[in-house]
């Protein structure tokens, strides 16, 4: 069955420094991938949708990947601040209507 | 608000006892969807709503799990003789559109009912 793998564990960097966040997925690729972003107690946020036509998509400080051929996406965040502390979700569709979630690698920015 | 709406946030009760859960999803959103979040775990779809029809029951864990909506809009979740491995966080979200494959439409997610069984 299609499935996602997330580092579980957690990414701490220092503030100002890029944060890499690595999505790998099995068997078929997705036509899309998207990022949610999550807060502790709270629901997931939609951050960044790539389709399987694009390499790289941007937006403000986020950068998102997409290589058909290693099935992996990564996800940056350059100049990282504490803000950007949370966890990081990667979703793919599956069928028509499911989407499919990782587990979600936690990314911890100190000052 | 504008926002994807659940209640209640938080739930506590007894082993053996029915549960509802509720969900106002965005006004104009005709896909909702109900997920479950265990500690650590990723979130597990259950059920997808387009318009009033459920077109996928397949992740609801048990028959003791059923949901409705009405009207286009509330979606109630229901457990019946709930057991402690149900504790977990229900998660809902809405969409414009549903068939995620082809449109790629983002989900817009409440804050979820953490139900503890005791």
């Known amino acids: 069955s299609q499935k996602i793998e997330q580092n579980s564990e957690a990414l701490n960097i220092q503030e100002g420094k890029t944060a890499t966040l690595t999505c790998n997925y099995t068997n078929y690729s997705p036509a899309y991938l998207q990022w949610y972003r999550q807060d502790p107690g709270r629901g997931p946020v939609f951050l960044l949708l790539?389709?399987?036509?694009?390499k790289e998509k941007r937006k403000e400080r986020l950068k998102v990947t997409f290589d058909t051929t290693l099935k992996q996406s990564l996800f940056h965040i350059t100049a990282s601040q504490p803000a950007d502390s949370a966890t990081y979700l990667c979703v793919q569709p599956y069928n028509t209507d499911k989407l499919i979630f990782g587990t979600g690698t936690r990314l911890q920015v100190f000052p | 608000g504008a926002g994807v709406s659940q209640s209640p946030s938080n739930k506590v009760t007894e082993k053996g006892k029915d549960v509802e859960l509720r969900c106002d999803p965005i006004?104009?959103?005709?896909?909702l969807y109900w997920y479950r979040q265990s500690l650590g775990q990723g979130l597990e779809f259950l059920i997808y709503?387009?318009?009033?029809?459920?077109?996928?029951k397949s992740g609801l864990p048990s028959d003791r799990f059923s949901a409705e909506r009405t009207g286009g809009s509330v979606s109630t979740l229901t457990i019946q003789r709930t057991q402690q491995e149900d504790s977990a966080v229900y998660l809902c979200?809405?969409?414009?559109?549903?068939?995620?494959?082809?449109?790629?439409?983002?989900?817009?997610f409440g804050d979820g009912t953490r139900l503890s069984i005791l």
């Open positions: 709503f387009q318009g009033n029809s459920a077109p996928d």
């Open positions: 006004s104009g959103h005709t896909a």
């Open positions: 790539i389709r399987e036509n694009e």
């Open positions: 979200a809405s969409s414009l559109v549903g068939q995620v494959s082809d449109f790629g439409q983002p989900q817009h």
